[in-house]
């Protein structure tokens, strides 16, 4: 296993082009070949973020994290230090991506490393969505059609 650097104790000159916002959300890490990975949003700006990590990741490896109100964001990992390791975002966030993600609702919740299952990942057809609309209409309907019934 390649060893990346650890990162000094002491400050360097920040080469950031944003500013780094600390999060402190749970989120969930994915990997190719590996199960997804509970981790801990340190903080993030526009072009990565520090995780805190139980998982041993590797030097430049691709991953993904969801972000909360901004969905799934991938990266490579770009450092480590003793408790966290650096993740560099392929895209920068967009513009209001980092108050979104601070407005979203954490709401205590174990987070769940279990991916959707296989009839969730897909789009429904309009066919579907319109029967199923159809479907929930008739039986509120029928529900109002009732209670006035009774009412009579």
């Given at each position: 296993?390649?060893?990346?650097?650890?990162?000094?104790?002491?400050?360097?000159?920040?080469?950031r082009a944003s500013a780094r916002t600390h999060v402190g959300q749970r989120s969930v890490l994915r990997r190719e070949g590996q199960a997804p990975s509970p981790v801990q949003l340190v903080?993030?700006?526009?072009?990565?973020?520090a995780l805190s990590v139980e998982a041993e990741l590797e030097p430049h490896q691709q991953v993904e994290i969801d972000l909360a109100g901004?969905?799934?964001?991938?990266?490579?990992?770009?450092?480590r230090s003793a408790s966290a390791y650096g993740c560099?975002?392929?895209?920068?966030?967009?513009?209001?991506?980092?108050?979104?993600l601070l407005l979203a609702e954490d709401d205590g919740a174990e987070v769940?490393?279990?991916p959707p299952p296989s009839f969730l990942r897909g789009r429904i057809s309009p066919v579907a969505t319109l029967a199923l609309l159809a479907g929930v209409s008739v039986f509120a309907w029928a529900g109002?059609?009732?209670?006035?019934l009774q009412l009579a």
């Open positions: 296993m390649t060893q990346l650097a650890s990162r000094p104790s002491y400050p360097f000159p920040d080469r903080n993030v700006a526009r072009e990565g973020c901004l969905g799934p964001v991938s990266g490579r990992i770009v450092w560099r975002f392929e895209n920068p966030l967009p513009a209001g991506a980092i108050t979104r769940s490393t279990t109002v059609a009732e209670i006035v």
